[in-house]
């Protein structure tokens, strides 16, 4: 079925029974609201971005007990508490106006990030007040479920792809705009300034939370301002929002249950979980494998790696523009294949190898007679300089060859391009399995798949990483990608959109 293109000034589709003002202020109202959830979307990235450099270095800061293991469990405290979340505000978004749980889990993620900003204030447990604050962080993200689901229910089949790619254009750049800010930011120094009369210090680590609370309070003015409900059918006509259905409309919804694909879906949860659990495994890994592997500070890990992040944002955006198109021509299944493919390159070029070995780092080492020996690389005891290279504990790192900066780019880039093609694609294919369906408590579960991998991924990369060493960790991720790759060619004729299914219209 041809569609018009939608612009602001022409209604995408006519309803008979309505005025054409009418309808143009329907088409008008809907997309304002969209775009609100881009919007949304867009600031729940930079939420988790805007610290994601700067939290190594500011545990090891703010409390001394902290280890490379630690980390996985703060990373992942932030999908724990979007796992929980989401099929709850799914739910929620499914009984009662969106609005609720929007302002709600804004308000969670807003007082979060100010928990995060005083997290070094205690004298004690630290490290566990900052993990405390990335959960609850996490917990206000649970909104991405209701995000997706009205973004799902406002378009048309053909409208899907191209919304579902725009939102994923959002979340890039914040993606983007996270670790940007965060290395704009690094610049203020980890000292900074303190206020006093609000027991505050403004440093590298603690601008951006407070800077993501901002956006928080932006975020929440403009959903209870601009934010209506909608629901359109497949076809594009705009019918009563399900927040309001009658009797009659629920039993029909709940006789679609019985005809979606329960396999289709439950396999796109599966690949959601895989992509989503080996780019956490990405993101978590590219400060202290940079840290070890080139010997950088932590000043510069966090401004390295945050003009890195900065670039795969960019790059994703051109992804998603590309997508768009590409999915229009070979469809949506061909490009999430390609995608898995280029992810598991990019993973394979990160394996070590050749002769040339990562600097160690001594500064621990308490023999003496080694010191005595190898003075020059041992730092003094009462040395202020920050030891760098690759731990000693790390018993890896003696015999495991560096990864080469090449490398590093190289795989970075290949990862850029295929993690943004792969995750548009699971969650576009998902909705269209659904069919009309309202997807609140499925988006849900989608959104939770995501958050155990976000969960899981952290913890898995840390210790795998920190006992066996970057071999075994990205050998052990081509494997995964290898298996996500077969799971979807094996069930490649099931993902395919409940209309086609049921033969409403022709793939």
């Not at 054409?20 to 202020?25: E, I, L, M, V």
């Not at 930079?46 to 001394?64: A, M």
């Not at 309001?244 to 396999?263: A, C, G, L, P």
């Not at 659904?434 to 991924?457: D, E, F, H, I, N």
């Amino acid at each position: 079925m041809s569609q018009p293109e939608p612009d602001n000034t022409t209604p995408l589709l006519r309803d008979e029974r309505s005025s054409d003002d009418s309808q143009d202020d329907d088409y008008r109202s809907r997309w304002r609201s969209i775009r609100v959830m881009y919007f949304t979307m867009f600031l729940s990235s930079v939420g988790f971005t805007i610290v994601i450099t700067s939290l190594w270095p500011y545990l090891q800061k703010t409390d001394d007990s902290t280890d490379a293991s630690f980390l996985g469990w703060v990373v992942a405290a932030y999908s724990i508490g979007q796992m929980v979340a989401s099929p709850i505000f799914g739910w929620w978004s499914n009984h009662r106006p969106r609005r609720e749980p929007l302002v709600c889990s804004i308000s969670i993620n807003l007082a979060a990030n100010i928990y995060y900003a005083y997290a070094y204030l205690p004298k004690t447990y630290n490290k566990y007040h900052i993990l405390m604050s990335r959960v609850f962080v996490g917990f206000g993200a649970g909104n991405v479920a209701v995000v997706r689901s009205y973004v799902a229910g406002a378009t048309s089949l053909n409208e899907r792809t191209g919304a579902m790619a725009n939102m994923s254009a959002c979340q890039a750049l914040g993606f983007i705009l996270g670790p940007a800010l965060q290395a704009c930011l690094s610049f203020i120094g980890e000292e900074g300034v303190t206020l006093d009369f609000i027991a505050l210090k403004l440093n590298m680590y603690t601008t951006p939370a407070l800077l993501a609370a901002v956006f928080g309070l932006i975020n929440i003015l403009l959903v209870v301002i601009l934010l209506r409900e909608h629901h359109v059918d497949e076809d594009g006509r705009h019918i009563q929002s399900i927040n309001y259905t009658s009797e009659e409309r629920v039993d029909i919804s709940e006789e679609t249950v019985e005809s979606i694909d329960q396999v289709a879906v439950m396999t796109s949860n599966i690949l959601f979980f895989i992509i989503m659990f080996i780019f956490a495994i990405f993101e978590t890994i590219t400060t202290p494998l940079s840290m070890d592997m080139f010997a950088w500070t932590r000043e510069e890990a966090v401004l390295y790696n945050g003009i890195i992040l900065c670039c795969i944002g960019f790059v994703s955006i051109l992804v998603f523009l590309a997508v768009k198109v590409a999915a229009l021509r070979f469809g949506d299944r061909p490009v999430l294949l390609i995608g898995l493919v280029i992810i598991f390159c990019g993973f394979f070029i990160l394996l070590p190898w050749g002769n040339h070995y990562p600097k160690i780092q001594w500064a621990d080492i308490k023999n003496n007679s080694f010191v005595t020996q190898m003075p020059d690389l041992v730092p003094a005891p009462n040395s202020t300089v920050e030891p760098t290279g690759c731990p000693i504990e790390q018993t890896w790192c003696q015999y495991t060859p560096a990864i080469h900066i090449a490398q590093f780019f190289s795989a970075d880039f290949l990862i850029g391009v295929g993690y943004p093609a792969c995750n548009v694609m699971s969650y576009t294919l998902y909705s269209k399995i659904l069919g009309p369906k309202p997807q609140g408590v499925y988006m849900g579960w989608l959104t939770a798949s995501g958050s155990g991998a976000r969960t899981l991924g952290p913890v898995f990369v840390s210790h795998v990483y920190t006992h066996l060493g970057p071999r075994w960790t990205f050998s052990l991720i081509c494997g995964m990608v290898a298996g996500a790759i077969i799971l979807l060619i094996s069930a490649y004729r099931r993902l395919i959109a409940f209309s086609v299914r049921h033969g409403r219209i022709v793939e």
